[in-house]
């Protein structure tokens, strides 16, 4: 694995894919999409290695295995919020952890989930009664503040507010343009659009409004390569060069960094955490959009009367799907240089979404090292660094 450091020096623009025409708008992702970023890093070898995109070349750059993007800051990585955390609108320095609520719901209540082990996901009927509206999460959590949070089994977490590393959601920043006529160089009448990027060299952070908060927080972005291919590892090895990064051609500086090889380990927490025997309770949190054959679950989970159970890629782990936290499905699409054509759209699970297991077979600390490993079920969505999984326990 040789990890990389991205600056983004412009505002990075990650459409969704959603038309845009004159008196527009362009629409964002919340994040750049894995597929662009694994797509201009390619770009940018091919173009290093002498702009020959040839088929053998094109293969190798292919089978090349990218992760990332992910917030950084020094030593910190960071982690998109995940989906089981909610917050009070009366105490924000306060989290509550939602789980499967087995054996809570109320008397005449159900669900109709497709298989009927799986149990909805709430809050539980005495954090429910605290009657406490929602705010919204911070959007990135440090690694310290993650590792906690999934390895604590406490239905409750306090968060100080004076901690500078839960951040807000990225700046978006907008531009308000006219249409120029290509004859006279004077711009069209009543031909205005707007554009917008996400900028991603600082973050506001969380809770910066107190005393004493300078309100944002200097931010890198981290990635990594894999590899077997020797002129892959040796242009990578050497990377320092400005290249674009999303739409519109803005640019971001990328850089071979050793020193960012240890923010991709499992932490010590987790790994310990997952070690223990008594580890029956697994949680696994996506850091990337995951993309699945069956959808919304992922496709090495199989029904066996009644029950959704598989092993875990790259393990010997098995388990069963008791719940599952998730947000609304997301498209991602895209341009194929290979083929010149618009790529099939695809549905997303959003990052940060929680899968909650029931250990059936093997050893919960072997999932240590699949720490930030894709579960994707595709090798090649798994090669463009969709479905990166965090491990923990419930």
Same mark, same amino acid.
């Given at each position: ?8 020096? #412009? ?10 025409? &004159? ?5 964002? &992702? ?21 702009? #020959? ?18 917030? +950084? ?24 952890? +939602?789980?499967?609520? /087995? ?7 159900? @669900? ?18 605290? *009657?406490?509206?929602?705010? &919204? ?25 004076? *901690? ?22 004077? +711009?069209? #009448? ?5 554009? @917008? ?13 107190? =005393?004493?908060? #300078? ?6 972005? @981290? ?18 060069? /400005? ?32 070690? %223990?025997?008594?580890?029956? %309770? ?15 679950? =992922?496709?090495?989970?199989?029904? *066996? *009367? ?13 388990? %069963? ?22 790529? +099939? ?50």
């Amino acid at each position: 694995m040789i990890p990389i450091q991205v600056t983004a020096r #412009d505002p990075v623009v990650s459409r969704d894919g959603r038309p845009f025409s &004159t008196g527009g708008r362009i629409r964002l &992702t919340d994040w750049p999409v894995p597929s662009m970023v694994s797509g201009s890093l390619r770009s940018l070898l091919g173009i290093l290695h002498g702009k #020959d995109f040839s088929g053998q070349v094109l293969s190798d750059l292919k089978n090349m295995r990218v992760q990332g993007l992910l917030p +950084a800051n020094g030593n910190q990585l960071f982690f998109p919020a995940p989906q089981d955390a909610v917050r009070s609108a009366q105490s924000p320095d306060r989290f509550l952890r +939602a789980k499967p609520l /087995l054996g809570e719901l109320p008397s005449g209540s159900g @669900a109709d989930w497709p298989h009927g082990s799986i149990t909805p996901v709430g809050l539980s009927s005495g954090q429910a009664a605290e *009657n406490f509206k929602p705010e &919204t999460v911070p959007a990135w959590w440090s690694v310290d503040a993650f590792s906690a949070w999934m390895t604590t089994e406490c239905d409750h977490a306090m968060i100080n507010g004076n *901690n500078y590393s839960y951040l807000l959601k990225p700046v978006t920043e907008e531009r308000t343009h006219l249409a120029i006529d290509a004859r006279t160089g004077t +711009a069209k #009448d009543g031909e205005i659009f707007v554009s @917008a990027g996400i900028s991603l060299d600082r973050m506001p952070r969380f809770n910066w409004e107190k =005393p004493n908060f #300078d309100g944002y927080l200097p931010m890198t972005l @981290a990635a990594s390569v894999e590899t077997d291919v020797g002129w892959i590892r040796q242009a990578v090895l050497g990377l320092d060069s /400005l290249a674009p990064l999303g739409g519109e051609r803005r640019l971001a500086h990328w850089k071979h960094m050793e020193i960012l090889g240890g923010l991709w380990k499992c932490p010590q927490s987790v790994s310990r955490r997952l070690a %223990q025997p008594a580890t029956k %309770q697994i949680r696994m949190v996506l850091a990337s959009p995951g993309i699945f054959t069956q959808g919304w679950r =992922p496709g090495w989970l199989n029904a *066996n *009367n009644g029950v959704l159970e598989g092993t875990i890629p790259g393990t010997s782990v098995r388990v %069963q799907l008791v719940g599952a936290s998730i947000g609304r499905w997301r498209a991602v699409s895209g341009w194929c240089y290979e083929s010149d054509k618009p790529k +099939a759209i695809k549905r997303t699970v959003p990052a940060g979404g929680v899968y909650f297991f029931k250990l059936i077979d093997g050893s919960a600390g072997d999932l240590a090292g699949r720490w930030l490993r894709s579960v994707c079920d595709s090798e090649q969505d798994a090669r463009d660094g969709f479905g990166m999984a965090t491990w923990g326990t419930w």
